[in-house]
Structure formats: C-alpha cells, structure tokens
C-alpha cells in the first residue's frame, strides 16, 4: 500500500508561481513512479508530469514544459511540482498517483494504470 498527500494549492494570478507537494509513505519507493495529473470540471483526469523515483527521469506533457518542474526528496519522501508562469487554463484539483516503476511511457500517461492517489489539491489561476 501507498498512501499518497498532497498540498499547496491555492488561487493565484495567472503569471505567479506555485509550487505542490506530495507526501508519500509506505511500500519501497523505488519500485514505482509518480505522477502528477490534474481534472478541470467537467474533463477527463489528464497527465502533467511523472518521475521515476529509483532513476530520477521526468516526463512533461507538451503544454507545461519549460513551465513546471517535477522533482523528488528522497530523504522526505516528497514529491514536487514547481509551476511558474501560470496559465488561466492551468486552474484544476491536481492529483497525485503512484505506478509500478515498469510502466512505459506510453503507461505513464494513462491515469487508469495508477494503483494509487491522493486526494488532490485545487489550484485556480485568476486571469
């Protein structure tokens, strides 16, 4: 079992920075990814960033690279995702989830593949 919290949302302006986190705790660490994806209302849950907890490799979807970055603490167990220069468009519950270290990419980007989440963290940009 992995139990998965997350943190840090608020309202912002669009153009501010946030930065969420994700406290993980429970199984082996490095046998999984993790994730963050986020759902706006009335949209599908969709990827925004994973990394590979043993090997540190990161993976963005097209519309937030150069913008946010995923990061971990392996002493703290925590999961980040630094966001700048927010987008109106950006405003949506951003969930944390956790996969087998095994999935492909293709794996990565398929929220259904998660064998776990937290409960998510609301993050509005005003315009």
């Known amino acids: 079992q992995v139990h998965l919290e997350e943190s840090g949302g608020e309202l912002v302006q669009a153009g501010a920075s946030l930065t969420l986190s994700c406290t993980v705790s429970g199984r082996t660490l490095s046998d999984y990814a993790m994730a963050w994806f986020r759902q706006a209302p009335g949209k599908e849950r969709e990827f925004v960033s994973a990394i590979r907890w043993s090997r540190g490799n990161t993976y963005y979807r097209d519309s937030v690279k150069g913008r946010f970055t995923i990061s971990r603490d392996k002493d703290t167990n925590t999961i980040y995702l630094q966001m700048t220069r927010l987008r109106p468009e950006d405003t949506a519950v951003y969930y944390c989830?956790?996969?087998?270290?095994?999935?492909?990419?293709?794996?990565?980007?398929?929220?259904?593949?998660?064998?776990?989440w937290g409960q998510g963290t609301q993050v509005t940009v005003s315009s």
């Open positions: 989830g956790a996969v087998t270290n095994r999935a492909i990419l293709s794996t990565l980007w398929t929220s259904q593949a998660y064998e776990f």
